[in-house]
């Protein structure tokens, strides 16, 4: 089933402790992103990646940060969390930038 | 900058019946595509319909079209025939040329009544 997977869907952590978010996609796809998602505020794009090693900002990259070793994977990397990064995050695949995105299930971060 | 705007917070439709959600869109690219996504209460982002903005012809997909209205920078989703399942936060978005972000709009909440 072609699909892209987070992990973990749901974490409670506290300020500065390093977490990582993964991301899979088994759909050869090219592009992939995150987003984080706020009341109000609807979703926005904190990081891209066009192709393995070639990574780029969104919106709101500050407190993140990304890797694209494999073509499958995207994890996102929060090394100091603060509590106003609790939110929703999403991940998106898709096979090229200007292509409908395939979004994960959702990871909600607590951060307290 | 690219901008979308959904004007509608809430909606509410009785089943059966035809509604359409608004978005309109600021860009100063010629190029770009248009999105609506719909996100149920469980969460996941379900992409439904795509418009190019050289596309002649308005989008459809199943009970869903977009009425695109290139001039007045409109792209409204209309939903026919509405069904309970149909109740959900709906998104409007765009993409620019290249790999520019794609850009939300706030959403509107879609109330199916039975």
């Known amino acids: 089933e072609a699909q892209v997977t987070q992990n973990p869907r749901y974490l409670i952590t506290v300020t500065g402790k390093k977490l990582t978010v993964t991301c899979s996609q088994n759909?050869?796809?090219?592009?992939m992103s995150w987003y984080r998602q706020d009341p109000g505020l609807g979703l926005r794009q904190i990081y891209y990646?066009?192709?393995?090693?070639?990574?780029d900002k969104g919106d709101v990259p500050e407190g993140y940060k990304v890797s694209r070793k494999e073509k499958r994977n995207f994890p996102l990397i929060l090394e100091s969390p603060s509590p106003n990064q609790t939110s929703l995050y999403f991940c998106a695949s898709s096979l090229a930038g200007d292509y409908e995105q395939y979004f994960g299930p959702g990871t909600r971060l607590t951060v307290t | 900058a690219q901008k979308i705007t959904q004007t509608q917070p809430g909606m509410f439709v009785q089943e059966k019946e035809a509604v359409t959600l608004d978005c309109t869109y600021d860009?100063?690219?010629?190029?770009?595509?248009l999105f609506w996504y719909k996100q149920p209460s469980s969460g996941e982002m379900i992409f439904l319909i795509y418009q190019g903005s050289y596309d002649q012809q308005n989008a459809t997909e199943g009970r869903y079209s977009l009425n695109f209205q290139k001039a007045r920078k409109s792209a409204n989703l209309v939903i026919s025939a509405s069904q309970l399942g149909d109740s959900a936060m709906y998104f409007c978005a765009m993409r620019g040329p290249g790999n520019t972000p794609l850009v939300f709009g706030k959403g509107t909440r879609l109330s199916v009544i039975a």
């Open positions: 759909m050869n796809h090219e592009y």
């Open positions: 990646s066009m192709n393995v090693e070639v990574t």
């Open positions: 860009t100063s690219d010629p190029s770009y595509g």
